[in-house]
C-alpha cells in the first residue's frame, strides 16, 4: 500500500517563494512520473508540473522548478514569485500498477 505525504505549504507574501516536497512510503518515485497539481478556492483541480521517471520535466508555468532526491524518495517542488493567484492546495500524484496515488495536499497562501 503506497502513500504520498506532501508538505512545505504555508503563508507567503507576493514575490515570496516556497518549496514543497512530496515524501512517498511503499512506492519507488524514481521508477514513476510524478505530477503536481494544485487546487484554489472555488475552482477545479490543475497540472501545474511532471517529472517523468526518466527525469524530463514540464511544467505549467516558468516559475515552478521540479525535482527527485532519489535517496530521499521524495520529489520537490519550487515555487518562486508567487502571487495571489497562486494559493491553493498543491497534491502530488503517482501512478503505479495503473493506480493512482494522491497526497492529502499542502495549503499554499500568498498574501497581497
Known amino acids: 500500500q503506497g502513500q504520498l505525504v506532501e508538505s512545505g505549504g504555508g503563508l507567503v507574501h507576493t514575490g515570496g517563494s516556497l518549496v514543497l516536497s512530496c515524501a512517498a512510503s511503499?512506492?519507488?518515485?524514481?521508477?514513476?512520473?510524478v505530477m503536481w497539481h494544485r487546487q484554489a478556492p472555488g475552482k477545479q483541480r490543475e497540472w501545474v508540473a511532471t517529472v517523468a521517471s526518466g527525469g524530463a520535466t514540464n511544467y505549467a508555468d516558468s516559475r515552478f522548478h521540479v525535482w527527485r532526491d532519489n535517496a530521499e524518495n521524495t520529489v520537490y517542488l519550487r515555487m518562486t514569485n508567487l502571487q495571489p493567484q497562486d494559493t491553493g492546495v498543491y497534491y502530488c500524484?503517482?501512478?503505479?500498477?495503473?493506480?493512482?496515488?494522491w497526497g492529502q495536499g499542502t495549503q499554499v497562501t500568498v498574501s497581497s
Open positions: 500524484n503517482t501512478i503505479r500498477r495503473g493506480r493512482a496515488f
Open positions: 511503499g512506492i519507488t518515485l524514481s521508477t514513476n512520473g
